[in-house]
C-alpha cells in the first residue's frame, strides 16, 4: 500500500504552502496595527470592515490564494486528524469509513469555500 | 495480526502525554498536537462563517456581528498563539524530518549526542520568533486596537 | 552526578502473577544500598533473601545483551546500566516495560516488536545468493559508506525505545522505532539491494509516517544508536524516491582478488570448511 507515502509528502508540501499564505492572511487580520500595509488593507480601519472585504474580493490575488490556501489547510489539517485518529487504532472497518468521512468532508468544505470565494468576487466587482 | 500474550499494559493515549520523565521535543510533539486540533477546529467553523461574504454585505456583517462577543476575540488572540506555535514548529518538523539538521551518523561514544543535541538550536530558535510572533500579535489584538 | 545514597533504598516493583492476581499490584522491599550498585544488583538481592518469586529476564548485567530494559523511576532503562545512586531518590520504582503486554512481573511480552522487526526483513538481501552462501571474495565498501549506517548497528533490542515512543503507546500497527531504524540500517548498508522489498512494508502503516520526532527513542537508547535520527534519515530517503529524485543504486560488489598473488610458504592453509 503505497498510500502513506504519498500522502505525508503531499501533507509536508502542503504545510509550506499554508505556511506562505496563512502566514500572508494572519499578517493581514492580526498584525494590520504593527504591520500597516496599505496594499493589503486598502480601506484603512479594521482588517474586516466590509470596505477591506470587498476591496481584496475585487482582485484576482486574494480569491485565487484564498482558494489555495482552503485546499492546502484542508488536507494538511484533515490528514493530521487522521493521523491522530488511526493511532488511536480504531478497527479496520472503522479505519476506512473515516477516511471516506474526512475525504468527504475535506471535499465539501472545500467547494463551500470556493463557491464563496467566486461568488464573493462578482459580488466586490458588482458593488 | 501481531499475536501477544499477557496482561495488556500499553499507555494508550496517557502515553501521548505522560509517558515518564521526558525531553523538551516530546512537550513539542503535544504541543503540536493541541494547536494543530485547536487551528481545525476553528478552521471548519471559519470558512463557514465567511463564506457569508459571498452573500454581501448585510449577510457579511450579520455574521461578523454574532461574533463581537469578547470571548471570541479571546479565542481568536488563541488562535492566533496556536498558529505561531505550530508554524513554527512546524517549519523545525520539516527541516527535521526530511533528514535536515538531524547530523550525521556517527560512532556512539558515551556521553551521547543525538539528534536531538543537534536539532536544539533550530528549536530554540522557532521558539523566539514563535514569541516575537505571539508579542506582537498581543501588541495587535490588546494595546493597539 | 552520582549522590550519595547511604542505608537502605526502597524497591516498589510492580508484581503480576498471572495465576494468582487479576491486575498488576505494587510490592515494596528494602535493601541496604551498597556503592556501585545497579537496580539489576538490587533485584538479585531481593530475590535471594526476601522474595524468591521475583521474575524478570536478564544475562550478561552489563550492557550488551538487551535482556534486562525495564521503567525505571518513570523511564526506560536497562536495569544492569542503571546506578541505584543515579536515581537521586532513596525509592527504586520498577515496573515492566510499557506497551507490551506482562508476561508476569517484571517480563514484558516482546514477540510483536520482533515480529514487526522481521517483517522489515532485517538483512542483507542480494540478488546473488549463491555468492552469498559460497562467498568468493569481500564485498567492497568504504569507511565513508560505513558510517553512514555503523551508528544503527549497535542496537541490542532492548525495547526501551518502543516503551518511549508516543505512537507506539497507542497503535500497534506502527512499527516502532527499533524495527525502523534496522530497516534504514540495511536500506542504507552499500552491501545491501533489499530497498524496493522493504518499501513494500514502509510505504504503508508499518513505515516512518507515524514519527513525528518526539525523540524519547534516541533519549532513552542505552547503546546511543539514536533511532529518531535513523527514521528521519529514512523519511527524507522515501520522500525523495516517492518523487523519483533519489534511485536505490547496485549493491556493491566483490573485490576481486589481486591477480599475482602466491601464499608465503611459511604461512599455513586455512582449515577445511564446516559448514
Known sequence: MMRDQKLWTWHVVAGLVVLVFLGLHMTIMHLDEVIPAASLNPQGGHPIDWANVAARGKTLFFPITYVVLLGAALFHGLYGFRNILFELNPPGALKRVLGWLLALAGLGLFAIGTWAAIAAHRVALLA | ?145 | MSNEIRGDVTYRIRRFDPDRDAAPRWQESRIPALPGMTVLDGLWKIKETTDPSLSWRSSCRMGVCGSCGMLINGRARLACNTQISELGSAIVAVAPLPNFHIIRDLVPDLSPMFTAHAALSPFVIREDAAEQENPSGEFGQTPHELEQYLQFTFCIKCGCCMAACPTYATDPAYSGPMPLAQAHRYNTDTRDGGFRKRREALAGEAGPWRCHYAGECSRVCPKGVDPARAIQLMKRQLVLDYLRLWRPRRPAAIIPAPAEVRRRPDVPEPPARTV
Open chain 2, 1 to 145: 495480526m501481531l499475536k501477544t500474550r499477557g496482561f495488556p499494559n500499553r499507555l494508550g493515549i496517557q502515553g501521548w502525554a505522560f509517558g515518564g520523565r521526558w525531553g523538551p521535543e516530546r512537550y513539542l510533539y503535544t504541543l503540536h498536537r493541541i494547536t494543530g486540533l485547536g487551528l481545525l477546529l476553528y478552521f471548519l467553523l471559519h470558512i463557514l462563517l465567511t463564506s457569508s461574504r459571498a452573500l454581501g454585505m448585510e449577510a457579511w456583517e450579520q455574521a461578523m456581528g454574532a461574533v463581537t462577543a469578547p470571548i471570541f476575540t479571546f479565542g481568536e488572540y488563541l488562535v492566533f498563539v496556536a498558529f505561531a506555535f505550530h508554524a513554527l514548529n512546524g517549519i523545525r518538523l520539516v527541516l527535521v524530518e526530511l533528514g535536515v539538521g538531524v547530523g550525521k551518523p556517527i560512532e556512539p561514544v558515551y556521553p551521547y549526542r543525538t539528534s536531538l543535541n543537534v536539532q536544539r538550536p533550530l528549536a530554540i530558535c522557532a521558539g523566539i520568533v514563535a514569541l516575537v510572533l505571539i508579542v506582537l500579535g498581543t501588541l495587535d489584538f490588546f494595546i493597539l486596537d
